[in-house]
């Protein structure tokens, strides 16, 4: 005979449970609409995988678990989906929330499904699989999804069933042991199965249930030939309002109470419902899914309070009418029982997994409170606490919004049972402060969450950062290492030569024009063979051909659109295809005339007797300009050095203002046709003008400081005539 132990605090309210005790197990009609919301549980929303439109069938899954504390959701019947949408739920709040809305069919069609009888021979993970698949969770309290619950990470050595059922009114776990008595034990030993066969196992039950005491004592005798059954015990503690709850539970039935912050697995306990051990038995043994509970329908605002067996998802109104509800006589119907419920902000909020009770009181069964008063310290409210927590304090930091303080007073072990407010003298609802805390609490600790997620990842990103500039910047200095290795290698190797030639003969004194005689000769070292120029010049011609080609046929695609008018985007299209066809045609060209030059100096036979010709490296007059980039730079640079020198300073300055005038008109000119097209480019052409026209003005300035009378006079003369002008004039 197990020992019972008592908690601290509690209250004895009117029970008033035999309003619905009066008949057995009532079936409700098929709703028109079910309204399937996709959070009916705690943890991570289920996410639907169906589509408005979509037919299915009874027992069909219609949202999945998004999570590992998630639980998917069925189709209670059969029909078509109508709406994913938000909707009302039940709710303290009277928010909305997403929900799958579906039309029954009226054939309450069920899909394929089979169960076993043999789980005995199934391992765990398939029974807790199972469990999951089914979405099933806690039928008693806030609806954790059950095969979480099973998997403890320590060793269970006693599993609880609680079948207390302790608040006033509530009557749903009371009927279905009486009349099932026998389908709980079997989900019962699946549990314990589960779990690896705990030593103990115990039904917690007060003592204000004989009828379902004894049904699960007939039960437990029936099977008592079957070693699994023998370890089954049933409890009977005295009733005592919130003696339903877990913690508290298991103070009662073992003694040990579970530390704060804790859970009963810490201490190897499993807690589990008489309604949750129901629902594993239909899962396991018959297949089907949590898609209907018990719940009771009470109240003097009922013609027909009772047990109904209900489809989740079933409008709490199609249930009040089942139960002839009169609403003028309630003013506000109950989820739940008077202690832990909430007002429903409309009737036509759907049952879920957690409903267990609609009450309906008349306003004389449930009188309005008196107002809320001053709170007079008077203690009462620590004295009931079943957590032996200060909801004196609680109040006043929850009013303050104090939430290191609520914290520290350990709020989150507040049970929500209620004994508190019922005992209060001043009225004052301390639960629903409390509620209001927890939630802020709970909002305040998710955006941590997301914070520091944010700040980890972004300190992620930072380091990755700094590795990989860490990383370029070794590379940056590897290749500086190597580079200046290199060069230092050249520069000894450069010594080490210049010292063998020192060795040999007496350094020379160096003139410039030796280094540029030097520069040409190793230029002309390294100039091809007229072989390779030959083919070098003949792919070049071909090459530019194929551009100049291609160039045409791009501005012909421009033109074909010539009939309507063109726009301006189109018009700066055209003008860049003719630039492009432009300097594709002078590449070709100037190819030409040098595969001709070539070949012209290859077939030119020396004459007897004749100085040798010039070496293409120094000549770049007219169309015999040298093949080789360097050798043509380092000629005309020599040509250019002679006509400076040979200049006098107004000469240049001459020069260089020709130069700008004929850009300046060239210039001009572009501005013109572009501003008689149209063209997007006149803005540009405009600024490269004004540009121009300050220029030249700065260089006849220029020239009329160096003693020129006339610049704009002599601007079209050439250098010589301007020169021979000036002699003779003196």
Known sequence: ??????????????????????????????????????????????????????????????????????????????????????????????MKAPCIVMTTDGADSWMAHSGTLAYRDCSAAELLSTIAESGITGLGGAGFPSAVKLQPRQSIDTLIINATECEPYI???????????????????????????????????????????LALATALKNRSHTEQACTIEVVEFPTKYPSGGEKQLIQILTGEEVPSGKLPADLGIVCQNIGTSHAIYRAICHGEPLISRITTVTGQACGKPGNYEVLIGTPAKHLLAEAEFDQTRCPNVVMGGPMMGFTLPSVDVPIIKSSNCLLATTREESPT????????????????????????????????????????????DCIECGACSYVCPSSIPL????????????????????????????????????????????????????????????????????????????????????????????????????????????????????RLQKAEQGLEALLKDDGAEPSAELLAQRDQQRATIEQARLRHEEANAKLA????????????????????????????????????????????????????????????????????????????????????????????????????????????????TNPASNASQPVNQQTSQSEENS
């Open 369 to 412: 409170p008196p107002p809320a008063q001053a709170c007079i310290r008077c203690g009462h409210c620590a004295e009931v606490c079943p957590a032996s927590l200060l909801p004196q304090q609680l109040y006043w930091h929850a009013q303050a919004k104090n939430y290191e303080r609520l914290e520290a007073h350990h709020l989150a």
């Open 1 to 94: 005979m197990t020992k019972v132990w008592d908690i601290h605090g509690g209250i004895h309210p009117a029970q008033n449970k035999q309003q619905s005790l009066g008949g057995a197990i009532r079936a409700v009609p098929l709703p028109p609409t079910l309204i399937l919301p996709l959070s009916q549980h705690i943890g991570a929303p289920a996410g639907p995988v169906v589509s408005v439109g979509d037919k299915v069938l009874k027992g069909q899954v219609i949202a999945t678990a998004k999570g590992f504390v998630s639980a998917p959701v069925h189709a209670p019947s059969s029909g078509v989906i109508s709406a994913i949408e938000e909707q009302s739920v039940p709710h303290a709040s009277g």
């Open 171 to 213: 009557t749903a776990d009371d009927q279905l042991m009486r009349q099932r008595s026998d389908d709980i034990l079997i989900g019962i030993d699946i549990l314990a199965h589960i779990l690896g066969d705990p030593e103990r196992i115990l039904i917690g039950i007060e003592d204000n249930k004989p009828e379902a005491q």
């Open 597 to 708: 030059a070539l070949d012209a100096s290859e077939n030119t036979p020396p004459q007897a007797g004749a100085e040798k010709a010039p070496s293409p490296a120094t000549t770049v007059s007219g169309d015999d300009q040298n093949l080789d980039p360097a050798a043509m730079a380092i000629a005309r640079a020599q040509k250019n050095a002679a006509e400076q020198a040979s200049m006098s300073p107004q000469q240049k300055q001459q020069k260089q203002r020709d130069a700008l005038e004929g850009r300046l008109k060239k210039a001009q000119a572009r501005l013109s046709q572009a501003q008689s097209e149209g063209s997007e480019q006149v803005e540009a052409f405009s600024n490269a003008v004004a540009t121009l026209s300050e220029k030249l003005k700065t260089a006849d300035l220029e020239l009329s400081t160096l003693g020129q």
């Open 431 to 546: 639960v629903q402060y409390y509620r209001a805390a927890k939630g802020e609490i709970r909002l305040i600790a998710e955006e941590k969450r997301q914070s520091d997620r944010a700040r980890v990842r972004f300190e992620h990103h930072q380091a990755r950062v700094e590795r990989e500039e860490k990383a370029k910047a070794a590379k940056r200095e590897a290749r500086k290492l190597a580079a200046e290795a290199a060069k230092a290698k050249r520069e000894a190797e450069a010594a080490n030569n210049q010292a063998t030639d020192a060795d040999k003969k007496d350094p020379a004194p160096v003139d410039a024009n030796d280094i540029v005689q030097a520069a040409m000769a190793r230029v002309a070292a390294n100039q091809a063979s007229p072989k390779d120029q030959h083919q070098r010049l003949q792919r070049a011609i071909k090459s530019t051909a194929a």
